[in-house]
Each structure stands twice: as C-alpha cells, then as structure tokens.
C-alpha cells in the first residue's frame, strides 16, 4: 500500500463535486413544477409543484454525506470489502432478473426493460452497485497479480474474464441498457490498458468488446432501427432530439431564466433525468451550458491527475476508473443531446434527477477524494518491470 505521507485532499475536485450537485438542486427547482405537472396529466397522479425539488434535495443531501463517508473511511477499509460489492452487484442484478421473469412487483420495468427494484417509497439500479464494485475489484485484482509478476497469465485474465463477461452480459443483453453497457466497458478498457498488460493482449480485449458491441446492436432490431435511421427525420428518437435541440437553441446566449422553460412542460421525453442538458441550456444559455462543461471538464482533468501522481498501483487504478465512469457518461449524454450521437437512456452525473446513479457517482468521487491525500510531489513511475524482471529470471534457471 501507498507509504505517501497524507495531506490535504486535492479541493478543487471535492468543489467541483458539490458546485455540480448544486447546479443540478437549481435545475430540479426550475423545472419540478412543469414536470410534476406533466406527470399528474399524463398518469393522474397527485404531485406537489415541490415534490421532486424536495426529493432530488434528499438526494443531494444524502450524496454528500456518502461523499464525506468515503472519504474518511480509510481506503484499507473499502477494499476488504471489494469482492462483496463486486459480486453483490452481479448477484442483486440476477435476483432483478429473476424478479422480473417471475412478473414480481419488485422489479420495476419500463419499456420493456427490468433495470430497478421497487422498494417502496424509492428504485434501486444493482448496475450502479456494480460499477463501482467493478472499480474496486479490478484496481485489486490488477495490484495483486502484477506484484505477483503473473498479469499476463492465466491467473489473471480468468477472473478478470469472468467478470467482465458476467457484468456486460447481466447490463447489455439481460438489462437491455447499453448506454450502462458502454460506461461499465469504459471501466474495465480504461483500467485493463493502465495495467500494463502486454499491448497485444490490450488490443485482442479491445477488438473483442468492439465485435461484441457492435453484435448486441445487430441482434436487436431496436438498437438497429436507431443506427440505421440515426440523423433521418425517420428516426425513432427524431422527435427526442428535434426538441432537444429545439431547447439549447432557445436558450440562446443567456437562456430564458429559470421558471420559463417550454421544453420541460412535456414537449422533451425525461427533462429532469437524460435530457437535463438540454434543459439547462434552454434555461441557461450557451453560458451556462460552457459553465457546466467546464466544470465537468476541470474534475475529469484533477482526476487524471491524481492517477497520475498516485505512486501506489491499486490506489491509481481506482481513480482511472472512476474517471472513465464519469467521463462515459459525460461524453455520451451530451453527445446524445446534441445529435452526435444516437440516443442513449444515460444519465449526466451528479445533474439529472435520481437517487441511486448519483448515490454511487458520489461514492466513487469520494473515495477518489481521498486518495488525492497520497500522491506524490512527481509524477507515478513504475518502479518495478515485472514482466522483464520475470523473463530476467527464467533466463537465469536455463542457463543454470
């Protein structure tokens, strides 16, 4: 484990986390009112013009508190416990799966798709769960079997095989969520190619989640639907982004102000969850919009660098995945809201509303906080070439 002296944590990333939850806590008030009173339209519910301020309120508050948890918990404690969030995620998502062939109330499902269990007065996303075991598990996983000198062997790619496999299979084919499908891929390439595995080895892994991908896309006629027509006015989600769009051009340079948003009175599907970006770009402009994508972009950047000036392995292979969760989900939601992209159900971290995406988002950038006590003063260097230190002493045994 990392021998570093702590100091203080890098404040710049733990600011820009609460600045982000803030931002999105104004979008949520703005917005609520209109999207409360869609749903009491549309369903015949009962909502309070307050009701999901007050609730995305909760949520924040309870971020927060996870976010200062994991980041005192000491990170020698978080590990013990990697392999029981790692395979809990994958076991609550066969239990969803379960819930869902057997048609139980539990498991929430909206078209067509099983993705939350119902407990209550709130959801709870298992892929959520799983990302971040996935985090922990495979920066261990990694540390262990490079100091060992066996991450090109068998020893290695066997568990980490099983469990990539296992999770895209349960979120991709099981779940039908692949914008999830893509982040959790994101995770697993980023900390694979920062491990230091042979490059051949890297590119076989990358051809493989490229076929694989491009397969899930083939065999559903709904995912190939929205390739084939992606941009047509034919498209399926043509209207989604025609509206997205719609919404940041309104916006203009200053946007229209808070409360005065035509989009989220039910014109753009999900205003408060995927489409929060075109939302805030409606209310608050192409400034705003540059303020958001600033600071998404600065806590991207101190997390790149926190990996890099981590002189411990496990502890900078964390925070790469960490930045890969975020940075996929970035990157595909606004590219999706701004027609770059075909449309993907995706959260923005930290922004959209919701409880268990930005539970575990907060969590991951906790603990990322914390280890930003223990870099160094240069960036990390690998100490040890264990490959070569390998092939340096089996020479030796021949040639005794």
Known sequence: MNTVRKHKSDRMLGALTVVLLCIGLIVIYAIGPMRANVMNSVYGSNMGENDFFFQQLRNVILSLVVVVLAYNLPYRFIRKYAKLVMFGGLALCILLAVLAMAGSSMARCELGACRWFNLGGFSLQP??????????????????????GKLNSMDFWVPFGVVGVLSLGLVVVVQKDLGTGIAVAAIILAMLFMSGVKLRYFAGVLVLALVTGVASIVVSPHRMERMMTFG???????????????AIGTGGLTGVGIGNSVQATGYLPESINDSVFAIMGETFGFVGLVVVIGCFT?????????????????????????????????????????????????????????????????????????????????????????????RTQLEGRRMR
């Open 127 to 148: 892929a959520e769960i799983l990302k971040l075991g996935l985090v922990l598990y495979l920066a261990q996983l990694i540390a262990e079997r490079k100091e060992e």
């Open 232 to 246: 047509s006015a034919e498209s399926s989600d043509a209207y989604h982004i025609e509206n997205a769009m719609i």
């Open 298 to 390: 600065v806590l991207l950047m101190r997390l790149l660098r926190t990996a890099n000036y981590l002189e411990d392995t496990e502890e900078s292979l964390v925070v790469v995945g960490v930045f890969a969760w975020a940075t996929a989900h970035v990157v595909i939601n606004i590219a999706s809201m701004t027609g770059l992209l075909p449309l993907t159900g995706i959260t923005l971290p930290l922004l959209s509303y919701g409880g268990t995406s930005m539970l575990f988002t907060a969590a991951a950038l906790g603990v990322a906080l914390q280890l930003s006590c223990y870099t160094g003063r240069e960036p990390r260097k690998e100490k040890v070439d264990v490959a070569r230190n390998t």
